[in-house]
């Protein structure tokens, strides 16, 4: 079993910043792709940033420019930084992995950690 564990959620005024981790334990054979996604009250869960194992990073057109979203793969960690923000980046945050193991790759969730961006 793979466990993602975040942090770094909070309350944060407009124009501040925050930096949220992800960090992914357990049975863990190939950590592939990583990536953060995130849901508003009454809206879906949409897609925030994605980072390939090799580096590759993908943004939604809302956060280019505010967000950088990097990993570390010797501590099974992703990150997102996230500055310039304004209230429409409050949701819950959810850390995303696809893992490889011996039965092939699984996709897994982390629990989710609240971001409110509020004066």
């Known amino acids: 079993q793979v466990q993602l564990v975040e942090s770094g959620g909070g309350l944060v005024q407009p124009g501040g910043s925050l930096r949220l981790s992800c960090a992914a334990s357990?049975?863990?054979?190939?950590?592939?792709?990583m990536g953060w996604y995130r849901q508003a009250p009454g809206k879906e869960r949409e897609l925030v940033a994605t980072?390939?194992?090799?580096?590759?990073?993908n943004y939604a057109d809302s956060v280019k420019g505010r967000f950088t979203i990097s990993r570390d793969n010797a501590k099974n960690t992703v990150y997102l930084q996230m500055n310039s923000l304004t209230p429409e980046d409050t949701a819950d945050y959810y850390c995303?992995?696809?893992?490889?193991?011996?039965?092939?790759?699984?996709?897994?969730w982390g629990q989710g950690t609240q971001v409110t961006v509020s004066a």
């Open positions: 357990g049975s863990i054979f190939r950590l592939g792709g």
């Open positions: 980072i390939s194992r090799g580096g590759s990073t």
């Open positions: 995303n992995a696809v893992v490889g193991g011996s039965s092939g790759f699984t996709n897994y």
